[in-house]
């Protein structure tokens, strides 16, 4: 039983089989499908241009990142930050990028702050404010827009964690306002794995560093100089569109509202973390050995749902995807009565 689309999600047939035509493509002239002056650029370009749409963003803006924590890091590590600047982060952040803004400020000798998401408020020594679109514990959206203004108003930089947001909310990132924001498209969008991007506003962009500096760093936009990431397989940001394509096809909304029925419907006896909610919800969990759960509900029920600890204590994450119904909550259910 798999509970945990928010994880890694699961590719549709139709966008693999796209995969595997650009792969076998690959693979009979490797050097003319990724040669900088053969195709890759046009294919890249191509591909990109659906997904700004797809995004409301303009194709100018938008580059291809292997992940969101890959893009993030290209951005923290390259701001000017030093003593006396303050970074305000929310305080459910995912873990990886906890660490990472810790290591920029021990780098740079900057000051984190941690707070609620209703209670960031950008001050006169706040540089950047950093928060998740989607939540990763709870689930829970955040009105970013707004804590954006908030950050314009006081001259600080806002950067959005959107890596749960892509395929599982609408978006108009140009009208969101976010200076830089990230999503991943292996996850809710159900693209293949590595397949993200990185947005930046024309005003921020000669401010970011590729995470890798390579061929293309002396690039004149802001895509290209983004777009040479070493000797990597490209096929999963080409399959962008064949994921679009096919949420369009089998209406997605409808799909995203009845899986967010599902998890409204679902009584597992846990106190649910957020109302404001999707496809994904964290839920309070008290248990005297939350790693034990985790692994009998996987080993004796068979059933894939994580387990961690966070700011708000353990918690029992579900997300739910189109392949998902009424059968997996009450599996879920009845293992959580039995073990708890």
Same mark, same amino acid.
């Given at each position: 039983?798999?509970?945990?689309?928010?994880?890694?999600?699961?590719? /549709?047939? /139709?966008?693999?089989?796209? *995969?595997?035509?650009?792969?076998?493509?690959?693979?009979?002239?490797?050097?003319?499908?990724?040669?900088?002056?053969?195709?890759?650029?046009?294919?890249?370009?191509?591909?990109?241009?659906?997904?700004?749409?797809?995004?409301?963003?303009?194709?100018?803006?938008?580059?291809?990142?292997?992940?969101?924590?890959?893009?993030?890091?290209?951005?923290?590590?390259?701001?000017?930050?030093? /003593?006396?600047?303050?970074?305000?982060?929310?305080?459910?952040?995912?873990?990886?990028?906890?660490?990472?803004?810790? *290591?920029?400020?021990?780098?740079?000798?900057?000051?984190?702050?941690?707070?609620?998401?209703?209670?960031?408020?950008?001050?006169?020594?706040?540089?950047?404010?950093?928060?998740?679109?989607?939540?990763?514990?709870?689930?829970?959206?955040?009105?970013?827009?707004?804590?954006?203004?908030?950050?314009?108003?006081?001259?600080?930089?806002?950067?959005?964690?959107?890596?749960?947001? !892509?395929?599982?909310?609408?978006?108009?990132?140009?009208?969101?306002?976010?200076?830089?924001?990230?999503?991943?498209?292996?996850?809710?969008?159900?693209?293949?794995?590595?397949?993200?991007?990185? *947005?930046?506003?024309?005003?921020?962009?000669?401010?970011?560093? !590729?995470?890798?500096?390579?061929?293309?760093?002396?690039?004149?936009?802001?895509?290209?100089?983004?777009?040479?990431?070493?000797?990597?397989?490209?096929?999963?940001?080409?399959?962008?569109?064949?994921?679009?394509?096919?949420?369009?096809?089998?209406?997605?909304?409808?799909?995203?509202?009845?899986?967010?029925?599902?998890?409204?419907?679902?009584?597992?006896?846990?106190?649910?973390?957020?109302?404001?909610?999707?496809?994904?919800?964290?839920?309070?969990?008290?248990? /005297?050995?939350?790693?034990?759960?985790?692994?009998?509900? @996987?080993?004796?029920?068979?059933?894939?749902?994580?387990?961690?600890?966070?700011?708000?204590?353990?918690?029992?994450?579900?997300?739910?995807?189109? @392949?998902?119904?009424?059968?997996?909550?009450?599996?879920?259910?009845?293992?959580?009565?039995?073990?708890?």
């Amino acid at each position: 039983m798999f509970l945990n689309h928010g994880s890694f999600g699961a590719c /549709p047939a /139709p966008v693999f089989e796209a *995969y595997q035509r650009f792969q076998r493509e690959l693979e009979r002239q490797p050097v003319e499908f990724l040669a900088l002056e053969r195709r890759l650029p046009e294919l890249l370009d191509a591909a990109r241009e659906r997904l700004a749409a797809y995004v409301g963003a303009s194709p100018a803006n938008l580059a291809f990142t292997t992940n969101a924590s890959s893009a993030l890091n290209a951005v923290a590590r390259s701001l000017d930050l030093g /003593p006396g600047d303050e970074v305000l982060l929310g305080d459910a952040e995912y873990g990886g990028m906890q660490i990472l803004w810790a *290591y920029v400020a021990e780098r740079t000798g900057a000051t984190l702050v941690h707070r609620p998401f209703a209670e960031l408020a950008p001050g006169p020594r706040t540089r950047v404010v950093f928060c998740s679109h989607v939540e990763w514990t709870s689930g829970r959206v955040n009105d970013v827009a707004a804590l954006c203004r908030l950050a314009r108003e006081a001259g600080a930089l806002s950067i959005v964690d959107g890596a749960h947001a !892509p395929g599982q909310i609408d978006l108009d990132l140009e009208a969101l306002g976010a200076d830089v924001y990230t999503g991943n498209c292996h996850k809710w969008l159900c693209n293949l794995r590595p397949s993200a991007f990185l *947005y930046a506003r024309p005003e921020v962009q000669d401010m970011i560093e !590729p995470l890798v500096i390579s061929w293309d760093f002396h690039a004149p936009s802001f895509p290209e100089r983004h777009r040479w990431q070493g000797t990597i397989n490209p096929c999963a940001y080409l399959t962008t569109p064949a994921a679009i394509d096919f949420q369009a096809k089998h209406d997605w909304p409808t799909v995203r509202r009845r899986c967010h029925d599902l998890l409204a419907a679902a009584e597992l006896g846990l106190e649910p973390l957020t109302d404001d909610y999707v496809q994904m919800r964290g839920f309070r969990l008290e248990h /005297p050995d939350p790693p034990e759960l985790k692994r009998r509900l @996987y080993e004796e029920h068979r059933i894939e749902v994580p387990v961690f600890e966070s700011a708000q204590g353990w918690v029992l994450r579900v997300s739910v995807q189109g @392949y998902n119904d009424e059968a997996d909550l009450e599996a879920l259910r009845v293992a959580l009565a039995a073990e708890l």
